[in-house]
């Protein structure tokens, strides 16, 4: 089981200048934008402009902070503006995004199509990190407590191979809330 904070993950700018993105993780590890099965990140949208196309990859977008942004592509027209609503789309259409605002945050979700799925869900009752063959519990308000651990908004834990024993996250406070992204191979 990994451990992160997403507070001391350095940020990596965008080459269009549009943004910065935090990897969070990716498998296999290291691999490039063109080679990964699957990758969990957090983007700062700072300003309007495309976004890149993943072909073959499937995506889903969830707003964790600011006023969202509206995606508009080939057969996608969405205004991503709820806080903690996952929205799925193909990698392989260029969308632009227009911010509804200032600065906006998101998590992304990509998997590669025939490899993997992913199912990304928030929850306000007990999850079990490690019960999927790989994926992300994430904090997104409150505290979560494990046997070993306490974790606080933005901090988290990600697997992979199912390698680790299951680690069971209850929630402290009545208004926490996580982030679970389940990764399993694809049917």
């Known amino acids: 089981m990994h451990c992160f904070d997403l507070n001391r993950i350095a940020e990596s700018p965008w080459k269009n200048g549009g943004g910065s993105?935090?990897?969070i993780?990716?498998?296999?590890?290291?691999?490039?934008?063109?080679?990964?099965?699957?990758?969990?990140?957090v983007a700062t949208i700072a300003q309007d402009g495309p976004f890149s196309a993943f072909?073959?990859?499937?995506r889903q977008?969830?707003?964790?902070?600011?006023?969202?942004?509206?995606?508009?592509?080939?057969g996608v027209d969405h205004r991503l503006e709820q806080r903690w609503q996952p929205f799925a789309f193909a990698g392989d259409v260029a969308l632009n995004g227009l911010l509804l605002g200032g600065r906006s945050c998101d998590l992304n979700v990509m998997t590669?199509?025939?490899q993997c799925r992913a199912q990304v869900q928030v929850l306000a009752q007990p999850a079990?990190?490690?019960?999927?063959?790989?994926?992300?519990?994430?904090?997104?308000?409150?505290?979560?407590?494990?046997?070993?651990?306490?974790?606080?908004?933005?901090?988290?834990?990600?697997?992979s191979r199912a390698e680790w024993p299951v680690q069971a996250l209850r929630p402290h406070d009545?208004?926490?809330?996580?982030v679970q992204v389940l990764l399993q191979p694809a049917a």
């Open 21 to 23: 993105t935090r990897e």
């Open 25 to 41: 993780a990716c498998w296999p590890p290291g691999a490039g934008m063109d080679a990964f099965d699957w990758r969990i990140s």
């Open 55 to 58: 072909p073959g990859v499937d």
């Open 61 to 74: 977008i969830m707003l964790l902070c600011g006023d969202g942004v509206h995606l508009q592509g080939e």
């Open 112 to 114: 590669r199509r025939g």
């Open 128 to 159: 079990e990190a490690g019960a999927s063959p790989a994926g992300l519990c994430m904090v997104l308000q409150g505290r979560w407590l494990s046997d070993t651990l306490t974790l606080g908004p933005g901090q988290g834990l990600w697997w």
């Open 174 to 178: 009545g208004d926490a809330r996580l």
